[in-house]
């Protein structure tokens, strides 16, 4: 299990290496030349010629990504191309608390619905509310965010004209409500689908019976030994969860206009402002793989019948 | 004397699998759900293919005096602020639908995913190493960044190309017809999917390669293609044809993201990304709630079909769903 650790450990940063690195290359393939951008499309080819050297741009590509990242691994992205005299930092780091609020909301809502909706339907097992809940699942997970935002818009606000649809308070502000439920919605679907499976599979189990045949409560039995051995597989998906986030962020981001960091990567892709797509898409990476390892490495001391290791033999 | 020793085998095991497989399919067919998911999808994909020939307008006909007008007779889904025909152009953006993603599943998952799959679990070793480290990489991208990244920085690349190549040649349809938008969305698509597959198959081939029947092929001097293409393969379709419908709700899915980004498909290539994204915004909901509401029913429709697809799909076709 330590061998496990451990190697898991030194792949991860030679993984984010190896992404960085093919973004970066990615980007340089990318047409519009920086030193052009910053001068007028006339200047002088010999002045261009000699930014070009002063900036690093003549180096080979392995030199340019090494000191990209080793400043990158410090916090400095660059500057932006769109945004002149703004770093990329300082535009990034003003829209990450927004959007990490905005997911967090989504989150809580995803797992709040979900696990109680999939535990009652697997107890419940073949009865209309069982049904129910697993026609919504499915309902809610085929369904895109694309035919989420405008029918809710089109309900709250048009219709009923209840809730805020539009800008940013923070947290604590009702115009969460609406993105961060349209945001949830699929997760919601995938953890009631996710829980009532494995809470079926635990109701199965000898040691349910045994506690039943012990004479304890059903709520003992419920909360103590099928849900806690239930929530496991959920657990592990919840860093999936977080990236699936992430193509949904930018559409509701911009329906809501919400001042995050979707919205920031959308006008970047507009803008072609590469730093800033670059910045994003390490950033987002590292998360990603961060997390993913996090719950790797987390499973265990959920559930200690698992013994890690077996290198990356899947499926 | 050789010839008949070696042909009957492939009669018997060539009935066997196929007996399999048209088992599940008779399965599959007695799901109403699924069917009707089947026919729908069908019939959107026809449709899609069929675009000029079962559209009363075409794609790009603006017409100012019937603009912003809704449901009518002669346009059923409205027209747009152009004037444009909203069914022809929601017909037409099947067409690019069916393009981005049966091109990605073939070249993608049906083929790279199962080649690389096949060769990663029998050859194992180095080759196994190699494939499943790029596969990796490939899988370390969060949801579809990697697709985003490859279609923003390559895309304009390639445009440049084909400009100067069309400048030189006097050709003006490559890029009007949007050949280098299906290009390098299929590739970027192709990219981003082989991975899962492959490693579905590899999975499969460590198991059967162990197993008896293939250890007596070899014995009896089977080459190493034909106990893939005999004995592993026949083991693989089934979780490969549970994985399609998934597959091409992944990659109709992906390319509307894009285009809705603005950078997949460019107009006036039509693309259901493309209208959403005009429909994207209150003031047209309130207005001409038509322009938004025929794309995005379409595409939930067809996403929809395509998980009820999966699932029965599953139900026929994995044994141990059962």
């Not at chain 1, 200047?43 to 030199?63: C, F, K």
């Not at chain 1, 930092?89 to 999939?118: H, T, Y």
């Not at chain 2, 980004?261 to 493309?274: A, D, E």
């Amino acid at each position: 299990m330590a061998a496990y650790i451990i190697r898991r450990l030194i792949w991860t940063p030679v993984l984010l290496l190896i992404v960085s690195f093919i973004t970066f290359a990615l980007i340089q393939f990318a047409p519009g030349d920086p030193v052009l951008l910053k001068l007028d499309q006339h200047a002088n080819p010999e002045a261009v010629e000699r930014i070009r050297t002063n900036m690093g741009l003549n180096d080979p590509i392995v030199v340019q990504y090494a000191r990209y990242i080793s400043k990158a691994v410090r916090g400095d992205f660059g500057q932006s191309i769109r945004w002149q005299g703004r770093t990329v930092n300082e535009l990034i780091f003003k829209r990450v608390p927004v959007s990490a609020q905005l997911s967090l909301a989504a989150l809580l809502i995803s797992v709040g619905l979900g696990i109680p909706i999939g535990l009652f339907a697997a107890v419940r097992q073949g009865s209309v509310w069982d049904t129910i809940a697993v026609s919504i699942t499915l309902v809610g997970q085929s369904f895109p965010v694309f035919l989420t935002v405008p029918v809710v818009l089109w309900l709250f606000a048009l219709k009923l004209g209840i809730l805020p649809t539009h800008g940013w308070g923070g947290f604590f502000d009702t115009r969460i409500i609406l993105p961060a439920l349209v945001l949830g919605i699929p997760g919601v679907a995938i953890i009631t689908r996710l829980t009532r499976a494995s809470t079926l599979d635990v109701i199965s189990q000898d040691y349910i019976r045994t506690a039943r045949s012990k004479g304890l409560s059903e709520r003992i039995i419920l909360y103590r030994h099928i849900l806690r051995n239930s929530i496991i597989p959920v657990v592990t998906t919840l860093g999936f969860a977080l990236a699936g986030l992430a193509s949904g962020s930018f559409i509701v981001e911009f329906w809501f206009g919400i001042p995050g960091v979707g919205l920031l990567a959308l006008e970047s892709l507009f803008n072609l402002d590469y730093p800033i797509i670059m910045a994003l898409t390490i950033l987002g990476t590292s998360l990603f793989v961060i997390a993913n390892l996090v719950v790797d490495l987390a499973y265990p001391f959920l559930d200690p019948r698992i013994r890690l290791g077996g290198g990356y033999i899947a499926g | 004397m050789r010839g008949e020793a070696t042909e009957a085998p492939i009669f018997l095991e060539t009935r066997k699998s196929r007996s399999y497989i048209g088992l599940s399919f008779k399965r599959l067919l007695r799901k109403k759900l699924a069917v009707i998911s089947l026919a729908i999808v069908s019939t959107m994909y026809m449709a899609g293919v069929l675009a000029p020939l079962v559209t009363p307008y075409g794609y790009d006909d603006q017409d100012y005096s019937v603009a912003n007008q809704g449901p009518s007779f002669s346009h059923p889904f409205g027209t747009d602020r152009l004037g444009r025909d909203m069914l022809t152009r929601i017909v037409f953006s099947l067409r690019t639908t069916v393009i981005i993603t049966v091109t990605s599943l073939v070249a993608g998952s049906l083929f790279l995913g199962i080649v690389l799959g096949l060769i990663s679990g029998y050859f194992g070793k180095l080759a196994d190493t190699i494939i499943m480290r790029v596969g990796e990489v490939t899988s370390a991208f969060p949801d579809i960044f990697l697709v985003l990244i490859i279609v923003a920085t390559v895309k304009p690349t390639v445009n440049g190309w084909v400009r100067t190549f069309e400048d030189a040649t006097g050709i003006d349809w490559i890029i009007r017809l949007g050949i280098v938008d299906y290009t390098v969305i299929a590739f970027a698509l192709t990219v981003f999917s082989w991975f899962g597959l492959a490693r579905l198959v590899r999975g499969q081939v460590l198991q059967v390669r162990e197993n008896e029947y293939s250890e007596a092929a070899r014995a009896i001097g089977a080459s190493t293609s034909r106990i893939l293409w005999m004995h592993v393969l026949p083991n693989v379709i089934s979780p490969v044809i549970i994985s399609i419908s998934a597959g091409l709700a992944a990659f109709a899915v992906a390319e509307v993201v894009l285009s809705w980004m603005g950078i997949g498909i460019q107009p006036p290539v039509p693309s259901l990304g493309i209208m959403i994204f005009e429909g994207s915004n209150l003031q047209v909901l309130r207005n001409d709630p038509h322009l938004t509401l025929f794309p995005v029913l379409t595409l939930t429709l067809l996403l929809f079909c395509f998980s009820l697809l999966g699932d029965g799909v599953n139900d026929a076709f994995n044994p141990r769903a059962r």
